[in-house]
């Protein structure tokens, strides 16, 4: 039986070159890079080139990455920090309700805290509603956290028309823009737009799971969440994972690298699975955008369906794929992007979200979309002999 990983948004295959260089510094390189003697000194090299690696892709400066434990760790930081740190200019923050569960929950805390949060609405597509964030600026708006790619239905936020937004108020509010989904695959420039924070993890582009790093743009405070020793500018204290910063550093180099003809072929593959989905499997419907998609990721609902039985029917067959986002899938009930989006709840029930990486091919496609011809008429007949 083929195995198709069709789960790219939830975590990817870590690619050998990652895998080589992981090895490589955790045999050789094995020091503390805060220790002042040679082993230590060559972990911080190691350190030092990954940082480079990271600041290239968003065209910032090295001294200006933070490296933590991943996409979550990144959110939490931003969003606590920066508010914590900034208290007394304002207590008013401003998110969107499609936003992951590591951003949404950071502001629920904040709310315990006493700041007010706007959660703006999204529309059908997965966008956010940008009437709704010029009405929800005000004076006491300290921070905006819209993130860039939606991890359930592929949705790229509009980040010039946020900026434009942004850029005209007086004091301008932080912004952060959680990044995991695009970084290295879409170009994102802070300095261009005007972002402050941007957060982003390795797993997603074929890094190692457990490391990520917080772009903090230079001369933005943040109360750091982590005390001790004093690592990454005293915003992350800890001891690096020296093995898994390397691995983000070559996994975003070769990303970033090869990221022109990924997207070509995502695109190219995206496109030919929801199409062959929508035109030969009846009572389907694509949720999310149709032209500001991302390259890699589709959201289907097939009609009259649970996502669930659909996915493990599928893994029957040696397809991965998953209902919504992985990381909300112990949240219950169901996905609160595709609530937001205003779905029906039946349609909500049923969606399948297929995610791409570079490495799938159209044969995959086409086997996926003929044993989905195949199981979605019998699974539906089961349903309705209930
Ligand atoms: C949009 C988004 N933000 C944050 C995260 C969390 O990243 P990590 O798994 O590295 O903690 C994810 C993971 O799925 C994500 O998709």
């Not at 933070?66 to 508010?83: D, H, P, Q």
């Amino acid at each position: 039986m083929p195995e198709i990983y069709l789960d790219n948004s939830a975590t990817t295959r870590v690619r050998p070159e990652v895998v080589a260089a992981m090895v490589r510094v955790m045999e050789e390189d094995y020091g503390n890079p805060s220790s002042v003697h040679r082993r230590g000194q060559a972990a911080e090299q190691a350190v030092k080139a990954a940082r480079r690696a990271v600041a290239e892709v968003l065209a910032v400066s090295p001294e200006e990455i933070v490296f933590t434990s991943g996409g979550t760790e990144a959110n939490n930081l931003a969003i606590l920090g920066l508010a914590r740190a900034r208290a007394r200019q304002g207590r008013h923050l401003i998110t969107t309700a499609a936003e992951h569960h590591s951003v949404l929950e950071a502001f629920h805390r904040l709310e315990n805290e006493g700041f007010q949060v706007t959660y703006l609405p999204v529309d059908r597509e997965g966008l956010p509603d940008l009437h709704a964030l010029a009405e929800a600026l005000s004076p006491e708006t300290i921070l905006v956290s819209t993130m860039h790619v939606n991890n359930e239905v592929g949705a790229v936020t509009p980040l010039e028309e946020i900026a434009q937004l942004l850029n005209q108020r007086k004091p301008r509010p932080a912004w952060h823009v959680d990044a995991v989904q695009g970084f290295a695959r879409l170009p994102l420039l802070p300095y261009r737009l005007g972002i402050d924070l941007v957060s982003l993890s390795a797993h997603k582009i074929r890094g190692p799971k457990g490391v990520g790093a917080l772009f903090v743009r230079r001369g933005t405070r943040l109360q750091p969440q982590l005390l001790g020793g004093g690592q990454e500018a005293g915003l992350r204290s800890g001891t690096e994972n020296v093995p898994g910063i390397v691995g983000l550093g070559v996994a975003a180099r070769l990303a970033w690298e090869e990221r022109a003809e990924a997207v070509a072929h995502m695109s190219k593959l995206k496109a030919r699975l929801r199409d062959r989905i929508l035109a030969e499997i009846p009572d389907t419907v694509a949720n999310g955008p149709k032209e500001r998609g991302a390259p890699h990721i589709l959201n289907i609902s097939f009609g009259g369906l649970r996502g669930e039985v659909l996915l493990h029917a599928l893994e029957e067959r040696g397809i991965y794929v998953s209902t919504g986002s992985a990381c909300s899938s112990h949240h219950a009930p169901g996905s609160h992007v595709l609530a937001a989006m205003r779905l029906p709840p039946a349609l909500r029930d049923g969606a399948i979200r297929f995610s791409l990486a570079p490495t799938n091919t159209e044969e995959e496609i086409d086997y996926t979309v003929e044993c989905l011809k195949e199981i979605v008429p019998e699974l539906r007949a089961v349903m309705r002999r209930r």
